[in-house]
């Protein structure tokens, strides 16, 4: 099976918990073992959202910004790397061209992000494209989609399969600012669109979710395009 | 005065029109001697579309149609380098990193796309953003934007002045293809909203258009921000 | 068996005969199948020489015509990787030092022009030498090396086997311009004949011809070094 | 006058502390405007710490941790670059040999890391080497060298000179580990020995200790040669 | 088994003695067809002397003397690259972080120098940290470490085990000049030291050493690390 | 005006004659100083051909061989670099295309060879097309072109002025074996007659030979191309 993982930024605090990147490691790892073709994508977090911050308070443009924010997802996808160990590629890629020469080595290829003006998210949809990914997990700080943010308000719904178009109609009502990307980036939805990727969005809290989400199982949310 | 400039895949004919060229490199080498900064984007035009054609054919995924677009797009900058002569720096960028450093050296810097999934509506976008252009003039091959699409029907109208938002929910309507990329792709939008870019759409067909422009002058279409 | 073919300017049409790539493209990527090592090496074709011709015209030195001709090269062999498919490299060497790195992975390599002064000719025969490789076929318009110019003369007969020195002398008959190499280009000629790489000019119009010379069959005109 | 300095670690807080930055990048700014050629190099600080030691919990060996560090140490740079602003060169280089080439172009040079198994020290002593710095100034969070940890006993008693074999000596006494190079990083000295580069230890606590570093005032720790 | 062997400059004189090189790359090359894991990294020799000398008398300082000793040690290593074969890998890494992605090929990987300021002794024991080698073979003219200069003294004595502080205080007293880089170069020992990569230093007069330290053989000089 | 020279190999001895290199630059630096535009391209001399001899000995094709040669030149480029000192460009570069780039800074632009199948001749004399050279000035170890080799028939004559048509006859009697490739290399011929760059060959022997022919004096041989 070919996939695509996007790891979320919730993966990856001011002070990164080593237990859960090893937990992930290891199942992402096994995941391989099994003889899939695997993608990782690593976001930002905290780390990146501070030196975007700096950045801009320091008169940093947008784009400035983002080619921070990209070095910081790259040394997350570092330590991604280290967490699956030997069945990880040794090597980043750092421009999407070079990704096919990675993947097909029967290791898991880690990558961050690319350019300014794409989030990590059209990065794990353009990785998927290109390696023709059978499936993306989208893994967040949430369950998945909800009617409302779940932090914010209790009683927000899980939506459980959402079509691609009314993802889109919501993404748009956002603006794009470097480091705030949000799960719903419209050049992301985009190229989902286009290629019309499998895509679930599951929760990070438990490598179990990716997994299973890898093996189709109904969890989290999935995006419908028919 | 920091200006970008856009030209349009109507410059990169399947012949091209050397003394199109011709005139417009004489134009906006011109500009640049007066002692403007400029950075020009070029489109991919016919042969772009004919390569990328040929690849869906071959069974090839999107965002390698987009690369193959992207070489194009470059050997197109490649002539309008030629057309403005010594006015012109002798390399072309092909990362957006690479920018600030090619600017400033007095010359126009001529590039072309940069990454699959980017416009080169986005990326002349983004390079207004990066070198903090005060304007950024997008030539195509009408006049401006207009209610309808002017080829098709002659009643349609010209818009003076448009806001931004209503650009983006166009935007939305259409799918992006690699090498259908519209006038009014999304991303690019995006990007222009977030900086701000004073912006203009008017004729490649004369390079007076793109000079009265690139001077303040009131033609074509311009977007509003509020 | 080590082999190089080069495909010549024919396959690559303005308008490109998707039909001849396929065919192609599954014949050679059946003799990787059967576990041969080969390098390809695309031409330029009537794009490259518009584009040479357009960037003359606007000024342009030979060595950067040659430059651009070198870009349309490498957007045609990206053509030729995806007919080929899942038995292609997935990516194009653009030096020479890089190219054994790419072979013997199992898959054909494919690749454009390198440098100026350098026809994709010069390239395929560079690439036979350092690829070791047991065969040079050069896929032209015509069905090998005639008295005369057979698109010209009716009555130009096929030769079947010509010296080395011979090919040499007619060689150094014509001049050399960017976009515009023969099928005799010097420096090729002097390549094969350090390296005494046994050649053969064959006809692109039939996928058949190339496998039938790579399978040593007496087809086209042969090189003979003594 | 030609100049290194090095930003220490000090500089680089979990939360930056901007008007610090501002401060030392106006103070710096200042200094290449009045003619003089600057090139500066960011530490680690608290962050490389992080990643670094949640890179060696994962297994990471010491030259890959170093590479994480000088990930972190360039997105450092790259503060420090956009605090300076339009007096800052538009890119930091990768490589030492790339360093001549920045240099010179009336901007100040600001880099990080460069390779595992060179402190940010070292990188500073190799940088005033092959650009011939008259000076090298080493910023750090004390006022220069102590007869003891000033944090840890008040009674510790700032050197004001020291020769470099003394230095060297204590140098020798520490283990070398990722993100935690000493002052007194042993290459480092050996590369000042070896060019007999003048170099002060002062603290990054004022901009104006920098400066006054710079313009040959007797302030900090001075490391004497013969 | 995981392995690297320094291959000292004696290896490479003027006049390079190509009986030498063949038998020592067929003893490489077999130890690595045993299905072991080698890189190889080749000194300066005589060449590197002698244009670092050159160029120190036309003004360059000790880093553009060291580049210039980088390059020769990569043309060294291009011919142990030759001299070992079909079991050798294609191309050479020139950087650390390449390293890794040449690694578990199956094949040598062979590599010279990397940067200012790292005798190619560093160089082989980052590439034994990076690469989690069990065993560091150092290659000299001589057959370990003595009491004294073998070579002026007949008299020395040579020492079978050494402890890592011992050879890092000898270090400490020799200068640090490019091409004169010795034996004990500090930061290699430093690697050592915080790697604790068990290392012989043997003899290059016979590949035989070499094989013989590889396997375990008590030979040469053996750092102790406890 | 905008010149070419190229320094043959005999500038480039084992055991290099410091004060020759001195002169050599102190001539150039000095032409450059009066506002002149000067490429040098470097031979590779006695140490290349040694590289080679060893490189084909260990079973090395020639193309490696090149490439062997063109990393000794690169080394022979930075001692003329050196040499020159501060008028000099801070990097060697190593593409063609790189070339305009590096030129019109106001300084000697310094490089060796850039591909296999490409002697130094042939690289400066597309340096010299490229850069648009009035003149290209090839330095030798004899005073010009002679009717036999001067060094064997002490009665061969001097040849003041030889058709460019002449010297490509001459050229193809020779095989091209790298590091052989004589004064008259074919390709670097045919690229003068394509670009009918104005070319004299003088001897290396005094400094004051390269200047005078760069004034335009008539001193050694001179190519005519109609």
Same mark, same amino acid.
């Given at each position: 099976?070919?996939?695509? @993982? ?19 490691? $290891? ?24 030196? *975007? ?16 924010? +990209?070095? *910081?997802?790259?040394?997350? /996808?570092?330590?991604? $790397?280290?967490? *699956?160990? #030997?069945?990880? #590629? ?7 061209? %070079?990704?096919?020469?990675? @993947? ?20 794990? /949809?353009?990785?998927?494209? +290109?390696? $023709? ?9 949430? %369950?998945?989609?909800?009617?409302? %943010?779940? &932090?914010?308000?209790? &009683? ?7 079509? @691609? ?12 600012? /470097? ?9 992301? =939805?985009? *190229?989902?669109?286009?290629?019309? +990727? ?7 809290? %438990?490598?179990?979710? =990716? +997994? ?6 109904? =969890? ?7």
């Amino acid at each position: 099976m070919r996939a695509v @993982v996007k790891l979320g930024g919730a993966l990856f605090r001011r002070e990164p918990n080593v237990t859960s990147l090893k937990g992930m490691g $290891r199942a992402l790892g096994g995941f391989v073992e099994d003889g899939n073709q695997l993608v990782l994508v690593a976001g930002g977090g905290e780390n990146a959202r501070t030196y *975007i911050a700096t950045a801009r308070k320091l008169g940093g443009d947008e784009s400035t910004c983002d080619l921070l924010g +990209i070095q *910081i997802t790259r040394a997350n /996808a570092e330590l991604v $790397r280290l967490a *699956i160990g #030997s069945m990880a #590629s040794s090597k980043i890629p750092t421009t999407l061209s %070079d990704l096919p020469h990675f @993947v097909g080595s029967g290791k898991a290829v880690v990558m961050g992000g690319l350019q300014p003006g794409q989030s990590t998210n059209a990065v794990a /949809a353009l990785a998927a494209e +290109i390696t $023709r990914a059978e499936i993306l997990v989208n893994g967040t700080d949430v %369950d998945g989609v909800y009617t409302e %943010d779940p &932090k914010k308000n209790p &009683k927000a719904k899980l939506i459980r399969s959402v079509h @691609v178009d009314k993802l889109l109609s919501w993404a748009m009502g956002g603006e794009v600012f /470097a480091g705030r990307y949000e799960l719903l980036d419209p050049l992301a =939805i985009k *190229i989902m669109q286009r290629a019309r +990727i499998p895509t679930r969005f599951v929760s990070l809290g %438990d490598p179990g979710n =990716i +997994i299973a989400a890898l093996q189709g199982k109904d =969890i989290g949310t999935k995006v419908v395009y028919s």
